[in-house]
């Protein structure tokens, strides 16, 4: 596997000089720099067809829920800490969380300002990066992956009575965690399960032996490809229960997505939402930036590779959530067009996503043509 285009993707470089010059004038939250833009010029045109969610702070990654019948969104909170673009994503040098609400798409967004800081978690080295939320029993649990004192990403989890945070975490990460991007996924029958994992920075493909190697290995471009992970969570929801297994994603015969298959195979950003008694595990493929999905029976798959949710969008990250609220199904996505491209300055957006009739989903462009 090559990953020289990292930060250059070509759709990057396309859409992002028509955003460029407007959006960098025009905002500043949290008083970024704008001098170490990435984007490059060109004459194509494309207008994003919504708009941030929030604009006075940079948000990604967004996991939306549905709590006490109001829309909570638990996101990265994006800044820019001068650190130079490099493969590994140390220039996404997150250091807290903010919740937003919302009582429904289109209502007033409130920032709950910030709803768990680095400086609070004991173990926590840098890198604040992509969290969820889930509730049980009447406490709110926040899940979130950071580097430890080594290093090394690991998943924490921290709790509250409210959520809106603030959260308050354990002392330890997770047992028996790893890499990045955790999702909790609580079935109709109670039962809890955590989706994790990210390739290149998000250091999955240092744990294909079970413990940690510093060094990356990956699979040949004719083998399997490397797989996300699922565990059921423990009755506390603060331990996993089991061990971690492979989330299998197999093609059209039934075999398993090949490391080669960039359109099509896992690379972060995993989510799992129930579509009429259906599960439906979606996931960015990286490097050709698509939201995908697969489709299965059991939470714990194996899901069958079905299509694109999202087409690439401005900045190099795709990563999204869906929810259900009011009868509408909505995803929930990031780009960076306020930010005039930056890949690691982004903003939570909002569209309805349509399952069709026969359980696929209509494929979603988030721009327009001008
Ligand atoms: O926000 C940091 C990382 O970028 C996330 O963990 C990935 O999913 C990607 O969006």
């Known amino acids: 596997m090559t990953k020289n285009t ?22 500043n939250p949290d008083n970024q720099d704008d001098a170490n833009a990435t984007a490059s010029t060109t004459s194509e045109a494309q207008k994003p067809s ?29 800044v820019d800490a001068g650190i130079p673009e490099k493969d590994d994503g140390s220039h996404f040098d997150m250091r807290d969380y903010h919740v937003l609400s919302m009582d429904r798409v289109g209502g007033e967004v409130t920032d709950h300002g910030v709803a768990l800081d680095i400086k609070d978690i004991p173990w926590a080295g840098r890198q604040l990066w992509a969290p969820d939320a889930a509730h049980k029993d009447g406490t709110y649990y926040l899940y979130f992956p950071v580097k430890d004192k080594q290093d090394v990403f690991r998943i924490g989890v921290a709790t509250s009575k409210s959520p809106a945070g603030p959260f308050k975490p354990e002392a330890k990460p997770i047992e028996g965690s790893y890499s990045i991007d955790p999702t909790v996924f609580t079935d109709s029958d109670g039962a809890s399960y955590m989706y994790f994992g990210g390739i290149w920075g998000g250091q999955l493909q240092r744990w294909s032996t079970g413990t940690y190697n510093a060094n990356d290995t990956y699979p040949a471009d004719d083998q399997p490809a490397l797989m996300p992970k699922i565990v059921r969570m423990s009755d506390n929801m603060l331990q996993f229960a089991e061990p971690v297994r492979d989330v299998q994603i197999l093609d059209e015969n039934g075999k398993l997505l090949l490391a080669g298959d960039n359109d099509r195979r896992f690379f972060e950003a995993a989510w799992l939402h129930k579509y009429n008694g259906k599960y439906y595990f979606s996931y960015s493929t990286g490097d050709t930036h698509n939201i995908a999905y697969a489709i299965g029976d059991s939470p714990y ?56 009739p026969d359980g696929t989903i209509e494929t979603i462009n988030a721009y327009t043509e001008n």
Not at 6 to 27: D, I, P
Not at 310 to 336: A, C, K, M, R
Request: with cysteine; glycine share 6%; aromatic share 14%.
């Open 50 to 78: 919504t708009e941030p969610l929030v604009t006075n702070i940079y948000t990604a990654d967004p996991s939306a829920h549905v709590f006490e019948g109001r829309i909570y969104i638990y996101p990265s909170h994006d």
């Open 301 to 356: 798959g194996p899901f069958t590779y079905k299509g694109v949710i999202l087409e690439p969008v401005l900045g190099w990250t795709n990563h999204h959530s869906i929810v259900e609220h009011d009868g509408q199904w909505y995803l929930f996505y990031h780009d960076s067009s306020l930010s005039g491209g930056k890949t690691h300055l982004r903003s939570v957006k909002v569209t309805e996503l349509t399952h069709r």
């Open 6 to 27: 990292y930060f250059k993707s070509s759709f990057f470089m396309l859409v992002a000089a028509s955003l460029l010059t407007s959006a960098c004038q025009n905002n």
